[in-house]
Structures are given as structure tokens and as C-alpha cells.
């Protein structure tokens, strides 16, 4: 027999019931919710991660059995830098719905992976991107940088281009790691016509060494006549 809380979850109309429910079971207040667009946010302490995701898990909170993505946002200039997000989905309710989870640049995060073995490698990309590191992981390495890389590319102050830069050397016979040098300069685009590269070129050569069409043509006519 359903309970009366799965019931109920299922059976509410309005976002305002939405609200009331998720707030009795994440024993939140219903202004911690907020519902846009149909998607419903929640946001919550770093300490109450795994109990607020194992009441979502259990039934009576909505099964929201599955973990769809872990990513995070990073906000230099605020304290907590960074909002973890966790998007879940139910499909006995046909909901979504994500958990914001501020966090500061030094604090450490709780593993998920013994609610949702999928957070695995969601957890080590968050590591190698956004240097946010997880308490209780298995396997916590970098995911799509190389095991030596220094720094964390999603971070708002890495640079654009980068810190150093990979080239296979022959002399040496192995891979070997330099500092960004950028060999050529930014291009410059109009974006007035769908042909920038050939514009650029041509601004770039003297006016008085383009020969008149008309007059070659002319010089040509002359000589068949001729």
C-alpha cells in the first residue's frame, strides 16, 4: 500500500504544493524553494548533502532515484566561491529537481558515490576542473587533464590560454611539457561576409599593386587585334 506522503506528492497540482511537500520532506523552509520555469531548486548546507539526498532517494520523499549530472559554478568575488548543483530525476513523479550547495574554495565535499555509484567520475571531472575536492571517494583522479597538469581550467581565474603547452619532441623521443608561448597573434574578424579570411588578407596589401581589370582587359583586346 503507498504511503499517504508518496500519495500526496503524486496527487499536488500547484507549485505551492510542490513546495509544501518538498519543504515537509527535506524538512526545509518552503522559501529555501524556489520553482522556475517548472524546475524545481533547492538550496542547502554542505552538511545536510547526504541526508537531504537520501530523503529525495526514499519514497516518501519523491524517488528521485537517479543522479542525472554534478557540476559547479564558480563565483570568485562571493563567499562560498562555489555552488555545487546536483540535478535528480524522478520518474515515478515525472520531476526533476537540483540541490544548490554553496561551498567555500578550501572546504571539503561529501562523496556520493555510496548513493549513486554514477557520481564517480562527475566527482573526479569536478576535481580536475574546479579543484573541489571529495571527502570519501575511491578513486579521486583527474579525469580529462593529464596526471602532472597544475591548475583548474574552469575556474574563472585560469587563463584563457592556458599555463603550458604539450609537444612531442624528437630530439629527446618523449612528450615534453613548456610554457604557453602563442605563436601567432589573435585573427581579426569583421564579421560583415562569410569570406573574414580573405578580407583581412587583402587589407593587408598595397592598393597601388592591384593592376585595373578594365585595362588589362583593354591591353588584351589590342593584341588580338594587333
Not at 116 to 140: Q, S, T
Request: proline share 5%; net charge negative; charged share 25%.
Amino acid at each position: 500500500m503507498p504511503s499517504s506522503s508518496k500519495l500526496s506528492l503524486k496527487q499536488a497540482a500547484t507549485f505551492d504544493e510542490w513546495k509544501q511537500h518538498f519543504a515537509v520532506a527535506l524538512r526545509k523552509s518552503p522559501e529555501d524553494i524556489s520553482i522556475f520555469r517548472g524546475e524545481i531548486s533547492v538550496q542547502i548546507e554542505l552538511e545536510q548533502l547526504l541526508s537531504v539526498l537520501t530523503r529525495l532517494k526514499d519514497e516518501t520523499g519523491g524517488g528521485f532515484t537517479q543522479l542525472s549530472d554534478i557540476t559547479a559554478v564558480d563565483y570568485p568575488t562571493r563567499t562560498p566561491r562555489f555552488d555545487l548543483i546536483y540535478q535528480l530525476l524522478s520518474v515515478t513523479l515525472n520531476q526533476r529537481i537540483r540541490l544548490i550547495v554553496p561551498i567555500a574554495e578550501n572546504a571539503v565535499a561529501p562523496s556520493v558515490t555510496s548513493l549513486f555509484g554514477c557520481a564517480n567520475w562527475a566527482e573526479r571531472e569536478i576535481w580536475d576542473m574546479f579543484g573541489i575536492f571529495f571527502n570519501d571517494h575511491g578513486d579521486l583522479r583527474r579525469l580529462l587533464t593529464d596526471y602532472g597538469f597544475e591548475g583548474h581550467p574552469l575556474r574563472k581565474d585560469f587563463p584563457l590560454t592556458g599555463t603550458v603547452e604539450v609537444r612531442y619532441d624528437d630530439s629527446e623521443r618523449r612528450v615534453v611539457y613548456e610554457p604557453v608561448q602563442l605563436t601567432q597573434e589573435y585573427r581579426d574578424f569583421d564579421y560583415e561576409s562569410p569570406w573574414e579570411g580573405a578580407q583581412t588578407s587583402m587589407r593587408q596589401i598595397d592598393p597601388t599593386m592591384i593592376t585595373d581589370v578594365n585595362s588589362d582587359d583593354q591591353l588584351t583586346d589590342e593584341g588580338k587585334n594587333d
